[in-house]
C-alpha cells in the first residue's frame, strides 16, 4: 500500500506557492533559499510571516540559505542576515526620503 504524501510542516507558509505544489519538505539548499526568496518578498510587501516560520527560519541550519539568498534589494533579507549574525551587505533598495529625514529613526 503506498504512503500517504507528507504533509508541509506548520511553519511552512502554503500561501507563498501560488505558482507550484507547496513542498512537504525544504531538504536542499536550493529549495530554502527559493522559501526565504519568497517569504522576504511577501514580508517587504507587508505581509507578515507566522511566529512559528520566524522561529524556524531563525534556527541556525537556516544561516547558509540565508548567505546564498543574496536578496539584496530586500529589507527583510537584510534583517534575516542580521539575525543568523552574517556580515552587512550592501542594501540596494530604494531610499526613502521621508524616511531618511525622520529626526525618530535612530530610536526604532
Known amino acids: ?63 547558509e540559505a540565508v548567505d546564498a539568498c543574496q536578496l539584496l534589494t530586500s529589507p527583510a533579507y537584510h534583517l534575516l542576515r542580521d539575525w543568523h549574525g552574517l556580515p552587512e551587505a550592501p542594501y540596494l533598495g530604494r531610499q526613502l526620503a521621508y524616511i531618511q529625514n525622520d529626526p525618530h529613526l535612530v530610536s526604532i
Open 1 to 63: 500500500m503506498p504512503s500517504p504524501p507528507e504533509t508541509p510542516s506548520p511553519w511552512l507558509d502554503g500561501t507563498l506557492y501560488p505558482d507550484e505544489c507547496v513542498p512537504a519538505q525544504l531538504d536542499t539548499l536550493s529549495a530554502r533559499v527559493d522559501f526565504l526568496a519568497r517569504l522576504c518578498a511577501a514580508w517587504d510587501f507587508g505581509i507578515l510571516p507566522t511566529a512559528e516560520t520566524v522561529a524556524e527560519i531563525r534556527r541556525p541550519h537556516w544561516r
